[in-house]
């Protein structure tokens, strides 16, 4: 297995721990607790913990979640203030993306 195969494998498994809380820790960042919210299916608990937030990555988290509801112009916005353009990737992939980036800040 090569360091980067490995790192996947590892990726996963905090992913699958992450998943399996039975709630979100209150020492996870705001931004991975929207990712969670949204992986439950609470898109408003999700919105709830990026809203009032004017960070970058808020921003780009709060992006997503307004491109997951369908609501593209409000998520073009958001992906401005943080910074970036909306990703050509399936929403999947783009919450996968948000996750491994806020979990090793989050470390």
């Given at each position: 297995m090569t360091f980067t195969s490995?790192?996947?494998?590892t990726m996963?498994?905090?992913k699958e721990v992450f998943l399996s809380k039975a709630d979100s820790e209150?020492?996870?960042s705001p931004e991975l607790k929207a990712l969670w919210y949204d992986a439950k299916?609470?898109?408003?608990l999700a919105h709830d913990q990026v809203d009032h937030l004017s960070s970058k990555s808020?921003?780009?988290v709060h992006a997503y979640l307004h491109?997951?509801?369908?609501?593209s112009w409000n998520a073009d916005?958001?992906?401005g203030k943080a910074g970036e353009k909306r990703p050509d990737l399936s929403l999947d992939e783009e919450w996968e993306v948000l996750?491994?980036?806020f979990f090793k800040e989050n470390l």
């Amino acid at each position: 297995m090569t360091f980067t195969s490995s790192r996947k494998v590892t990726m996963s498994k905090s992913k699958e721990v992450f998943l399996s809380k039975a709630d979100s820790e209150k020492d996870l960042s705001p931004e991975l607790k929207a990712l969670w919210y949204d992986a439950k299916g609470d898109w408003k608990l999700a919105h709830d913990q990026v809203d009032h937030l004017s960070s970058k990555s808020a921003s780009r988290v709060h992006a997503y979640l307004h491109r997951k509801e369908g609501d593209s112009w409000n998520a073009d916005y958001w992906y401005g203030k943080a910074g970036e353009k909306r990703p050509d990737l399936s929403l999947d992939e783009e919450w996968e993306v948000l996750f491994n980036r806020f979990f090793k800040e989050n470390l």
